[in-house]
């Protein structure tokens, strides 16, 4: 069974920073392409980043130069390092998986086949 797990939310004053952990098990890492979603209360799903196996990568206008997306094939692990977070960063994070090879990630929320269940991301001061 796949199975993602995202950890490392919280709360953060504005300006602050904070790094999301999704681990996996279930699959061959590698071999798949990986991405966030964030969701806020009555908006729709979004992303955030995605990453393809061979490490290109895609990110939202919105977070582009704050956030940065990387993989560790090793550990089976994909993270979202996010800093000089704003409150209208605040939203559910959720991590994603496809088990396809990109030469660049897919963006479409269709595309993906496995989700984590979310961690929530809260910027306020």
């Known amino acids: 069974q796949v199975q993602l797990v995202e950890s490392g939310g919280g709360w953060v004053q504005p300006g602050g920073s904070l790094r999301l952990s999704c681990a996996t098990s279930?699959?061959?890492?590698?071999?798949?392409?990986m991405a966030w979603y964030r969701q806020a209360p009555g908006n729709e799903r979004e992303l955030v980043a995605a990453?393809?196996?061979?490490?290109?990568?895609n990110y939202a206008d919105s977070v582009k130069g704050r956030f940065t997306i990387s993989r560790d094939n090793a550990k089976s692990t994909v993270y979202l390092q996010m800093n000089s977070l704003k409150p209208e960063d605040t939203a559910v994070y959720y991590c994603?998986?496809?088990?396809?090879?990109?030469?660049?990630?897919?963006?479409?929320?269709?595309?993906?086949?496995?989700w984590g269940r979310g961690t929530q991301v809260t910027v306020s001061s």
């Open positions: 279930g699959l061959i890492f590698a071999g798949y392409t």
């Open positions: 990453i393809a196996t061979g490490g290109s990568t």
């Open positions: 994603a998986a496809v088990g396809a090879i990109y030469l660049n990630p897919t963006t479409s929320v269709d595309s993906y086949d496995y």
